[in-house]
Every structure is written in C-alpha cells, then in structure tokens.
C-alpha cells in the first residue's frame, strides 16, 4: 500500500458542479493534512490544510477529513473553469522514526464549461 | 516581496556533466527541501535541511548533492550519478520541520538531457 493515495483522474466536472477529490493514507497516527492546487507547469500552492477530524471551509473549498477511516477529502463548490488543476494531497507520515510530509500522485480535474 | 526564487527555470544537462540548480529565499525560515516531480507524479523528498551546515537525505538522494551553507540558500547539484535526472524539480521551505508547518514553493526548475 502507498503511503497516500489519490485517483490520479482525470476527474471531469460541469462548471458549476461540486468536485470531490479523496484521499487515502497509511499511517493512523497522521496529524496534519495538506491540499495543493497545480497548474501545468507550476509550483503547487497550499490551498487548505485541516488537523482534527470533520470539516474546515474556506470560500468554495471544504476538506473533510475521517481518521478512524485514515481519509482525506477535498470538496469544490460552485466549479469554475479556473478550478481545472492537478491537486495534490500530503500527509505528515511516521517513517523510521522521523516525521516526513508525503504527497500523493496527485488527481488531475478539469472542469468543462 | 518575501518568497522563494529558484534559477534558471529550465536547464540542459549533457551526459557526464554535473549541474547546480539554485534556491534562495528571504523568508527567514530554518528549513528547506528539495522535491523532484515527473509528469503525473506526485512530488518526491531528495534532500531537505532544518539548519545552517546540517542537511538529510530524502527518499531519492542517489545521484544528488546539496549544500546549506547560509541560511537563505540551499543549492541542488545534480550529478552525472543521476543517469535519469529528466524533471521539473521543486524547492520549498517552512518555517521548521514541524508536522504542523505548511510548505512554500518556488517556481520550479525544468531539468532535461541533451
């Protein structure tokens, strides 16, 4: 099993739909969760990050995140065509003692006009 | 403005050559990192530094080298080891290595071979 996991898409969504992008991790004891947002050959920008259990909403973007289940999810409300982007989930993992941020492949979405 | 710059933005490498991608930030933060990303893959750890003269290695060091000799520079050589150094690699930086802390990106470095 991969220490975080996304479905690598591509992800199709109509302009004013909701996205849900989901994320999968390894380790329980995982603390903090990260959403990055990339665009085609640029550097990825934190867009949310949540630490406790259930929702944390910023404008269209709500993450949820479930521990007991070990995910992590991303929901975009009110879709826009500049919402089309890679989004990459990271996740503090434990590995040999030593804390490391791990990012998942990534879930590329486009959303159609 | 406070942030990251990463130079140059694309660069060649010929079969046998070292080549030295460049990281400064004015954010004052402890640590950096450097990640390398290939087309539709996540981002992968190389090496990252939580202090002045002190750095380790991520999950792909083979092939690559780094220096943090001052605070706001963390330069990424990348050596003729790499027998697959084809990328767009990444340096970022935080405040420190808590679990907490988020990342900062600079703008990224397009590596390929001639």
């Known amino acids: 099993q991969k220490e975080v996991e996304q479905n690598s898409g591509p992800l199709s969504v109509p302009e004013g739909a909701i996205a849900s992008l989901n994320c999968t991790y390894s380790d329980r004891g995982s603390q903090s969760f990260f959403w990055y947002r990339q665009y085609s050959g640029k550097s990825p920008e934190l867009i949310m990050s949540i630490y406790s259990n259930g929702d944390k909403e910023d404008g269209r973007f709500t993450a949820q995140l479930n521990k007991a289940s070990q995910y992590v999810s991303l929901l975009i409300r009110d879709s826009q065509p500049s919402d089309s982007a890679t989004y990459l989930c990271?996740?503090?993992?434990?590995?040999?003692?030593?804390?490391?941020?791990?990012f998942g492949q990534g879930t590329r979405l486009t959303i159609n006009p | 403005d406070g942030g990251i710059t990463q130079s140059p933005k694309y660069l060649f490498r010929k079969e046998g050559q070292n080549v030295t991608l460049s990281c400064e930030q004015n954010?004052?933060?402890?640590?950096m990192y450097w990640y390398r990303q290939d087309p539709g893959q996540g981002l992968r750890l190389i090496y990252y530094?939580?202090?002045?003269?002190?750095?380790q290695k991520g999950d792909i060091a083979e092939g690559y080298s780094v220096s943090r000799e001052k605070k706001e520079s963390f330069p990424l050589t990348v050596t003729s080891a790499q027998k697959n150094p084809t990328a767009f690699y990444l340096c970022?930086?935080?405040?420190?290595?808590?679990?907490?802390?988020?990342?900062?990106f600079g703008s990224g470095t397009q590596l390929s071979v001639l």
């Open positions: 530094s939580q202090i002045v003269n002190d750095f």
């Open positions: 954010l004052n933060h402890d640590a």
């Open positions: 970022a930086s935080s405040r420190n290595t808590l679990i907490n802390e988020k990342l900062f």
């Open positions: 990271a996740v503090n993992i434990l590995i040999q003692g030593a804390q490391k941020l791990v």
